[in-house]
């Protein structure tokens, strides 16, 4: 009985050894590249988790300034960006980026190397560095142009649209402007904010239905009193873009972002194209009382051109100052008060006797045939010794008012 025993016992030890050695074999026989490639999902899935926490953890929520405009009847196109970036709300500035921006504090399109501001004064008639932000807005704002963001807040790492946190954008209400802005008919973005205006937590319904509902005002009248009172207003959106033919300095991009969202139509016709940017409503085919239903109907066209941000480095300056002259500014040639820096170099290299804009002149810098060689100068100049401020003169004086365009 007693040997039964032992032997059953050594039976189950000799078991559990056999279990425990072909586990140890089956490990040390699996191959290294598959060891390795479940060791390195492991290490992404921990990443990923990580990176996941770090972006959408511990971020404020940033948030638009106030739309800029003048007289809201006057009103004609909006210039939408995204949000404003950290130069733009005045953070760690030196003394040369707040000279260079026209002043500190909040300002939209605020980095002291975004051409913003600098193609507006190339287009209306001053120079960034020597005229205060508030003188620039009014000089832009009085031509019937406003400048607001697609978004009204949301969080963000860094100053990249690409960096937005899923789930936290917060639209501005373009519905209630366009309703307090009758004329409004043009909407103009840069070419990142254009892509967030159409994602699906932003204005992607709009864009597919044409519609969309926003709280008005409206006013009764009856012979004792005349009350104003909220009410739910819905827009009908005709939002259309000029064809290639018409519109080719930014037909590709604008094509690209909106061309096949539902409720844009693409207009070829210059007749029809010429009367669509004249009017800010239409007409529909049904007699429908529109102040009684709370509808309004309103035409916007839509524009994308190259952000001015110093991050979109594949359009240069000078491509992007054209670009926003024609398509955004409406100039069919550069404004009579337009310097051409290439040909301003060239006067002064050969003593040139031609005055400025004369004929061989009206064109811009990005078609000028001395824009290489001006390049070529300013990069040598970078390697020189910084000159020297001199009593008479003050910093202002120092800055280059063409260095924008490098």
Request: hydrophobic share 35%; net charge neutral.
């Amino acid at each position: 009985m007693l040997s039964g025993f032992f032997l059953l016992t050594n039976l189950i030890v000799f078991s559990l050894i056999l279990l425990l050695t072909t586990e140890s074999w089956a490990l040390t026989t699996t191959p290294k590249t598959q060891r390795k490639a479940k060791d390195s999902a492991s290490s992404n899935r921990m990443s990923s988790t990580k990176k996941r926490k770090f972006i959408s953890d511990g971020l404020d929520v940033l948030q638009s300034f106030a739309a800029l405009e003048g007289n809201p009847l006057d009103v004609h196109t909006l210039i939408l960006g995204t949000l404003p970036s950290a130069k733009s709300y005045g953070q760690d500035l030196s003394s040369k980026e707040i000279l260079l921006r026209g002043g500190d504090g909040h300002q939209n399109y605020g980095h002291s190397r975004n051409s913003f501001w600098n193609i507006v004064g190339s287009a209306f008639g001053f120079h960034r560095h020597k005229t205060p932000f508030g003188e620039q807005v009014r000089i832009l704002t009085d031509q019937g142009y406003a400048v607001w963001d697609v978004l009204s807040e949301a969080k963000r790492k860094g100053s990249l649209d690409s960096n937005l946190v899923k789930g936290s954008l917060v639209p501005t209400d373009l519905p209630r402007f366009i309703l307090d802005h009758p004329n409004l008919n043009r909407f103009v973005f840069p070419a990142n904010s254009a892509e967030v205006f159409c994602k699906k937590d932003v204005w992607a319904d709009w864009l597919a239905t044409g519609k969309v509902k926003t709280n008005g005002t409206t006013t009764t009248f009856d012979e004792f009193n005349m009350d104003d009172y909220s009410c739910e207003v819905m827009i009908e959106t005709k939002f259309w873009i000029q064809g290639g033919a018409l519109n080719p300095e930014t037909f590709a991009r604008t094509n690209a972002i909106f061309g096949k969202k539902k409720a844009v139509s693409i207009i070829d016709d210059p007749a029809v194209a010429r009367s669509y940017t004249r009017i800010t409503t239409f007409d529909d085919s049904e007699e429908v009382d529109d102040e009684k239903n709370d509808t309004r109907r309103r035409m916007i066209e839509l524009i994308v051109i190259p952000s001015t941000s110093p991050a979109n480095a594949s359009n240069r300056p000078p491509e992007k100052e054209k670009k926003w002259h024609v398509a955004c500014y409406r100039l069919r040639e550069p404004p009579q008060h337009y310097v051409c820096p290439g040909c301003e170099y060239h006067r002064e290299t050969h003593d040139s006797s031609t005055t400025r804009n004369s004929n061989t002149e009206k064109h811009w810098f990005h078609d000028c045939s001395y824009l290489e060689a001006w390049k070529a100068k300013k990069k040598l100049g970078k390697k020189l010794p910084k000159k020297q401020i001199t009593c008479k003169e003050t910093e202002d004086d120092t800055i280059d008012p063409f260095s924008w365009y490098m």
